[in-house]
């Protein structure tokens, strides 16, 4: 069984587990590491295929979150970004003995659009299927561009997201698909609905990913959670908003420091 590449740092009361999202690694995080680790004991993570995480193929939400656990704190608070949203998501769902509280950040429960569920398109993310076959690092790249349009720094976050992946191994292409797979076709609504963890979402009104009517119709779905939109963030408002995202983070996670 290969171990994922995993670094903790920090000694603070509390565990925080950070995943991110598709096509990326852990250093995503490197414009808030330090702040956070100030205050919990951090745990970076590259998913199973992706960084510095090699030798895994396409894999099922499932198996991702399993592999994940293994090597994961007794307890901690996870976080996830994109993709790592529905990772932590689902840990939560068939672990809940082994967290304490659930961020997600720049995610939804069902990425792809159904009826009057606002979503990503399943064409588009078929379309980027097709074409990562085509063309690998265009794709990619295009797919970040996505990550950061209409926020004051869009170049600035594209350039650093871009920076990110090209600092550690490129995943492989099955990788790369199997992730937009889980994209495509996982939904989690009504697992979720039911989950009594202390549960923060985290949103940025600019986001082309996530639509933001996602955030209010999971407010009245999910009475039990809480939300925070970030107005003038994209896809990445711990790139975008550092220093407000940290503290954002710590205020929700002050019963567990």
Known sequence: ???????????????LV???????????????????????????????GFGRSQGFGALSLDAMAEIVLRQAPERAVWLGWSLGGLVASQIALTHPQRV?????????????????????????????QRQ???????????????QTLGTETARQDARTLKAVVLAQPMP???????????????????????LSLPFLRIYGRLDGLVPRNVAA???????QTDSLVFPKAAHAPFISHPA????????????FL
């Open 172 to 194: 492989a292409a099955d990788v790369l698909d199997g992730g937009l797979e889980i994209l495509k076709t996982v939904d989690l609504r009504e697992p979720l609905a039911a």
């Open 1 to 15: 069984m290969n171990d994922i590449w995993w670094q903790t740092k920090g000694k603070g009361n509390c565990h």
């Open 244 to 255: 407000e995202f940290c503290l954002a983070l710590r205020e929700f996670s002050s019963p």
């Open 217 to 223: 119709l999971l407010d009245e779905a999910w009475p």
């Open 18 to 48: 950070l995943l991110h999202g598709w096509g990326l690694n852990a250093e995503v995080w490197h414009c808030i590491s330090e702040e956070l680790s100030s205050h919990f004991t951090l745990h970076l993570v590259d998913l199973p």
């Open 132 to 146: 990562l076959r085509e063309d690998f690092q265009r794709t990619v790249e295009r797919f970040l561009a996505l």
């Open 100 to 128: 304490q509280a659930l961020v997600t950040v720049a995610s939804s429960p069902c990425f792809s659009a159904h009826g009057e569920w606002p979503g990503i398109k399943p064409d588009v993310l078929a379309g980027f």
